[in-house]
């Protein structure tokens, strides 16, 4: 059974950049969907960003800052993250659609502070 390995993540002061990327344990020949979510503490989980069947969508509250990537051939999805504020605090989850059906992550903790 496909997993998902995520990496990334981490401890960054406000304003700076992380980026997270994964991939199927897996390969599969095309994923129909590749995103990344985030929950924060006493939070629902939100969509981050994501790209389904081509077209990409990203969450209200990220757009202009964080910038999402998808390579069908290399299998993995990546979440570059700029301008982060303490707000984007949270554990994010790599989540991706393909020929193994719909698989999630473990979640990867990024933490924005001073």
């Known amino acids: 059974q496909a997993q998902v390995v995520e990496s990334g993540g981490g401890l960054v002061q406000p304003g700076g950049s992380l980026e997270l990327s994964c991939k199927p344990s897996?390969?599969?020949?095309?994923?129909?969907?590749m995103g990344w979510f985030r929950q924060a503490p006493g939070k629902k989980r939100e969509l981050v960003a994501t790209?389904?069947?081509?077209?990409?969508i990203y969450g209200d509250s990220v757009k202009g800052r964080f910038t999402i990537s998808g390579d069908n051939a290399k299998n993995t999805v990546k979440l570059q993250m700029n301008s982060l504020k303490p707000e984007d605090t949270a554990v994010y989850y790599c989540?991706?659609?393909?020929?193994?059906?719909?698989?999630w992550g473990r979640g990867t903790q990024v933490t924005v502070s001073s």
């Open positions: 897996l390969y599969t020949s095309r994923m129909s969907t």
């Open positions: 989540n991706l659609i393909g020929g193994f059906g719909s698989i």
């Open positions: 790209i389904v069947r081509g077209e990409t």
